[in-house]
Every structure is written in C-alpha cells, then in structure tokens.
C-alpha cells in the first residue's frame, strides 16, 4: 500500500446508517494526510489530529502494540460455613473487573447448601485488555449471595488484583535511522505525553444520625424495659400487607380499628396525641420514618390515610410510650401496618435497621483536564444487584472537578452482625490532550459489631 494516505473523519447524523449519506462534505469534521513510511518517525502513542498511534506493523519488528488481549481462566471456590440445622439457597455469583461485570448466577442459582455441604466451585473465562503503556492494578472483585430456609440474606465476598503494564520508555518507536525526540524535563510536563490522575474516595454517612458507619453495631436491647422509662422516639416502617388482623405484639390496651383491605404501597400517616402532632407525612412500603415523642406523653394515637386529606384506612389508639412489660414494645413487633423497628428511651436507644448513604466521589487533582468515562461500583450489600456503572456519559473534569455520586441502602443490622461490608469504586478517565489513561480506586469496608 501506499505510504500517504488520507484519514478523513465524519460526523454521524442521528438515525443515519447508510455510508453514502454519511460520507459527505457537510459531514467532515477533520482531514488528516498521513505518512506511513519508516523513513520518518513513528512512535506509539503519536497524535496525528484525532487519531492516535497506538499499535504498528512491519517486516522487521513484526506487530508493536499498546494493548494485550489476555485471557483469564478462573476456578473459584467458595467453603461453607452454614449453621447446623440452617439451610441457605444460593442466588447470584457475580465476577466484577476494573471495567465490566459477568454474571456466573446461573453455575450456582438453587443450589441449597447445608453445614455438610462441599464447598462451591465455579469457572470461567474472562478476557481482559490490558494497556501495556500504562502500570495500573487490576481488581477481581467476586461477590456470592444467598438467603437461608427464614428468608435472611447472606453473602460471600473476596478479591483478588494483579499489577501489570509499564510506562514506554521516553519513546517506543520504528526503526529508523534519525534520532529519537526526547520529552519535556521535569518539573514541566508536557501535555502531549502525561497523563491525566484522579482521586477516588467513598465516603458513608447513616441517614437517622448524620454521623459516619463506622461503629455501627447491633442493638444490645430488643425490648424497652427500662425502670418504666418512656421512650422519646419510635423508629418505624409501613407495610400495606400489615392488617389489625395479623399484627403481632403483646401491648395492653392497644385498639387497632378503621382496617382498610387491600392498602396503598404510600400512604400518609399522622401520629400524634390530641391536637399536637408529633409525625405527619407521606410514607411509602418499607421506608423507615421516626416519630418524636416529648416528655410526659404516655400515650399516642396514629392514623393512617390513604393520601393527605384522603380516606383513613387504619387508627391505632393507645398507643403506649411507656416501657414496662406490659406495653410490649419490643423491635420487630407489628402494630396494625406498623413494625417497630427502633427506639430511645432515656439512655438507651436501640435500633435493628439504619439507611445509610454511600457517596461514591472521583476528582480531578491536577490541572490537566481529564474525561471521566468509566466508573463502575460493586458492593456486597447491594441486595444481590450486580455491580452498577455510574459513569452513563462522560464527563469533563478540570482540576479541582468532582463527579459524585449517591446511593441509599437499607441494613439489617441484626442479620449482620459480626460481618462486614465493603464498597470498591473504579474509576477511569482519559487526559483530554494526550489521550492517555490515568486510573483510581477506592474501598470502604464497613464492620457491624
């Protein structure tokens, strides 16, 4: 072939497939006459307008490229470690890379394990590009989840990462006969051959508090007995399959009336005592909401509307405040379409699910502008989701620039007890000059006493 050649690049216009009406003047975005001849230099990583260098071939040196195609043959195992009597049923296995996720559920879906069972095994392929001109850490992120025979989830978790490529050296180029251009010294850079850097951080906040998760634990009281103390606040969810027919708890003189079948998934609920109101809002199915009790009120009153200003659809009268054994308030006892699921009393405050918000941050430190184009979350506690990019189109940092963003989870703080959860967020950018990639990652585990 011949050693000139013309690259010329086309705008593609919306809903437009057939080349001839996309290979038009109007069309052209950029013309670019290229010189392939080793006569001249030819280095990797050369930007000729928009395109870029990244791989050659010749008679002499054979193919010169950036990139790896590697493959990665896995066999996983997982060992049991199930309580006597407990049977656990897998759901999903997912295998979760720098830049992709696989789904390996269906090698273990309905598998029911038992404390004798075998340990899990699974295999598969998975192939990976490496960039060979860029010395980063890749990361295997493999997450397992199941529920027992009770309904309670579990999971499995571990990783496992690698380091590979190098930075060329100060040029990778043809053979040629001229000398090689050398880089800007240091501490200059030079915009055409430096990367781009980011920063990534997770931070986790519990919603009820404000405060960090660390120190979370579960609660030491399950019941509110308490030298007759009242409790000052009520941590609650709504269901509408909840009824006054099948609540379960042990309060006396509690009266659940006004029933409603079926329920709205939201409803509007008010609780208060005569005409103060303590709470009043919409809820929807499963959302936590507190109510405020002040002191010296022994009893509240909470209806339930199917809208603001709409139809009561259930009242719960009596309500007791007081922590003696007879007001049963004990967590996870239902009241009407209530379940008590927290409380303050005095000293104590004992809580059996918080909603915390993980915040998933990647800035830009530096003053080379990067294009953020990748970054993809995996988290134990996702509810047996798989991992979820967050990055949907990219996005321009200049220095200082932070992409944020927030996710809300719900955890059973008594289901996980002695456990620990992590968060791993990798991100990817691009320097808008360069074009040469630049890498970050951040963990945050999160232990439940």
Same mark, same amino acid.
């Given at each position: 072939?011949?050693?000139?050649?013309?690259?010329?690049?086309?705008?593609i216009?919306?809903?437009?497939?057939?080349?001839?009406?996309?290979?038009?003047?109007?069309?052209?975005?950029?013309?670019?006459?290229?010189?392939?001849?080793?006569?001249?230099?030819?280095?990797?990583?050369?930007?000729?307008?928009?395109?870029?260098?990244v791989?050659?071939?010749?008679?002499?040196?054979?193919?010169?490229?950036?990139?790896?195609?590697?493959?990665?043959?896995?066999?996983?195992?997982?060992?049991?470690?199930?309580?006597?009597?407990?049977d656990?049923?897998?759901?999903?296995?997912?295998?979760?890379?720098?830049?992709?996720?696989?789904?390996?559920?269906?090698?273990?879906?309905?598998?029911?394990?038992?404390?004798?069972?075998?340990?899990?095994?699974?295999?598969?392929?998975l192939?990976?590009?490496?960039?060979?001109?860029?010395r980063?850490?890749?990361?295997?992120?493999?997450?397992?989840?199941?529920?027992?025979?009770?309904?309670?989830?579990?999971?499995?978790?571990?990783?496992?990462?690698?380091?590979?490529?190098n *930075?060329?050296?100060?040029?990778?180029?043809?053979?040629?006969?001229?000398?090689?251009?050398?880089?800007?010294?240091?501490?200059?850079?030079?915009?055409?051959?430096?990367?781009c850097?980011?920063?990534?951080?997770?931070t986790?906040?519990?919603?009820?508090?404000?405060r960090?998760?660390?120190?979370?634990?579960?609660?030491?009281?399950?019941?509110?007995?308490?030298?007759?103390?009242?409790?000052?606040?009520?941590?609650?969810?709504?269901?509408?399959?909840?009824?006054?027919?099948?609540?379960?708890?042990?309060?006396?003189?509690?009266?659940?009336?006004?029933?409603?079948?079926?329920?709205?998934?939201?409803?509007?609920?008010?609780?208060?005592?005569?005409?103060?109101?303590?709470?009043?809002?919409?809820?929807?199915?499963?959302?936590?909401?507190?109510?405020?009790?002040?002191?010296?009120?022994?009893?509240?009153?909470?209806?339930?509307?199917?809208?603001?200003?709409?139809?009561?659809?259930?009242?719960?009268?009596? #309500?007791?405040?007081?922590?003696?054994?007879?007001?049963?308030?004990?967590?996870?006892?239902t009241?009407?379409?209530?379940?008590?699921?927290?409380?303050?009393?005095?000293?104590?405050?004992?809580?059996?699910?918080?909603?915390?918000?993980?915040?998933?941050?990647?800035?830009?430190?530096?003053?080379?502008?990067?294009?953020?184009?990748?970054?993809?979350?995996?988290?134990?506690?996702?509810?047996?989701?798989?991992?979820?990019?967050?990055?949907?189109?990219?996005?321009?940092?200049?220095?200082?620039?932070?992409? *944020?963003?927030?996710e809300?989870?719900?955890?059973?703080?008594?289901?996980?007890?002695?456990?620990?959860?992590?968060?791993?967020? #990798?991100?990817t950018a691009?320097?808008?000059?360069?074009?040469?990639?630049?890498?970050?990652?951040?963990?945050?585990?999160?232990?439940?006493?």
């Amino acid at each position: 072939f011949t050693a000139n050649m013309n690259i010329t690049i086309y705008d593609i216009p919306a809903n437009v497939t057939d080349r001839d009406a996309i290979v038009t003047p109007e069309n052209r975005l950029q013309t670019v006459k290229y010189h392939s001849s080793c006569s001249e230099n030819l280095y990797l990583k050369d930007r000729f307008g928009a395109v870029q260098l990244v791989s050659f071939e010749n008679q002499q040196q054979g193919l010169v490229s950036c990139f790896a195609s590697t493959q990665i043959f896995f066999d996983l195992s997982f060992p049991i470690n199930v309580n006597p009597g407990t049977d656990v049923i897998l759901e999903t296995l997912f295998l979760s890379t720098n830049d992709e996720s696989q789904d390996l559920s269906d090698q273990v879906r309905d598998q029911v394990l038992t404390s004798t069972s075998p340990p899990i095994e699974a295999s598969g392929v998975l192939v990976l590009e490496l960039d060979l001109t860029v010395r980063q850490t890749y990361v295997l992120i493999t997450t397992l989840t199941g529920r027992t025979d009770e309904g309670n989830r579990c999971f499995g978790f571990d990783r496992f990462e690698f380091i590979a490529g190098n *930075r060329l050296p100060a040029i990778f180029e043809t053979l040629q006969p001229t000398m090689t251009p050398t880089e800007s010294l240091f501490p200059t850079p030079d915009p055409l051959t430096t990367a781009c850097a980011l920063e990534a951080e997770i931070t986790c906040t519990v919603i009820r508090t404000g405060r960090d998760c660390q120190g979370l634990q579960s609660p030491e009281n399950n019941r509110c007995l308490i030298d007759d103390t009242q409790a000052t606040l009520f941590s609650m969810s709504y269901s509408p399959l909840l009824t006054c027919g099948n609540q379960n708890n042990t309060m006396t003189g509690l009266q659940c009336d006004s029933d409603v079948i079926p329920k709205p998934d939201d409803a509007y609920i008010e609780a208060g005592n005569g005409d103060t109101l303590y709470f009043s809002g919409t809820v929807m199915e499963g959302e936590i909401f507190d109510i405020n009790i002040p002191e010296g009120v022994d009893e509240i009153d909470i209806e339930i509307f199917d809208q603001e200003g709409g139809t009561r659809i259930q009242r719960l009268r009596q #309500f007791s405040t007081r922590c003696r054994a007879q007001d049963g308030l004990r967590l996870l006892d239902t009241f009407g379409s209530l379940q008590l699921l927290g409380f303050v009393a005095g000293d104590i405050s004992s809580f059996i699910k918080e909603v915390f918000e993980l915040t998933y941050i990647v800035r830009n430190p530096i003053s080379l502008e990067a294009t953020l184009t990748s970054a993809p979350r995996s988290i134990t506690a996702a509810n047996a989701q798989p991992p979820r990019e967050l990055v949907l189109n990219p996005v321009s940092l200049f220095r200082d620039d932070e992409f *944020r963003v927030r996710e809300r989870f719900t955890i059973n703080l008594l289901e996980s007890e002695g456990r620990s959860i992590t968060s791993a967020l #990798f991100s990817t950018a691009t320097s808008t000059i360069s074009g040469i990639q630049c890498r970050d990652r951040a963990i945050l585990t999160i232990s439940i006493a």
